[in-house]
């Protein structure tokens, strides 16, 4: 076959280091357009991207020829050394280590941006720990909670 084609929605899961709160309403309104356009950079543009004051829920199409591992990596290593520059008050700000990447089939893209625009209501009941133990449960992803949470 002389072309490539590949069609891979993933949902993108990953939070401050130990939960602190940086993602401010302030912050968050330059951060996610940021964040948008590393991506979109990358060749992976996002089709949602929301969260809480601790953590990020992205919904992107995963460009053919750059692994998620890498992609997560351009995306948290840029946009961390961004937030940096925007005040004494993110000196400190890192992402956790890990993250979570879930698969989204084509009929499920509605609910999933339905889901991810709904993050600030959703975490009035639920913390972001709750939140991911139930997505990886929902996905069959063994984990062990020493290394989950750093």
């Given at each position: 076959m002389p072309q490539s084609l590949s069609s891979i929605i993933v949902h993108l899961i990953?939070?401050?280091k130990n939960?602190?709160?940086f993602i401010t309403p302030a912050i968050e309104t330059e951060l996610h357009p940021y964040m948008a356009r590393i991506l979109r950079t990358c060749g992976s543009p996002s089709l949602a991207l929301n969260g809480s004051v601790d953590h990020v829920h992205i919904?992107?199409?995963?460009?053919?020829?750059i692994a998620i591992a890498d992609l997560v990596e351009e995306v948290k290593a840029d946009s961390s050394k961004w937030i940096k520059t925007k005040g004494r008050e993110f000196r400190n700000f890192h992402w956790?280590?890990?993250?979570?990447?879930f698969s989204v089939g084509q009929s499920q893209i509605v609910a999933v941006k339905r889901y991810i625009a709904r993050q600030k209501e959703h975490h009035k009941k639920f913390t972001f720990e709750?939140?991911?133990?139930?997505?990886?449960?929902a996905y069959g992803i063994e984990y062990d909670?020493?290394?989950v949470w750093d």
């Open positions: 990953f939070s401050t939960r602190e709160p919904l992107f199409s995963l460009a053919r020829v956790q280590r890990g993250y979570g990447a709750e939140e991911y133990r139930k997505f990886v449960k909670e020493r290394y």
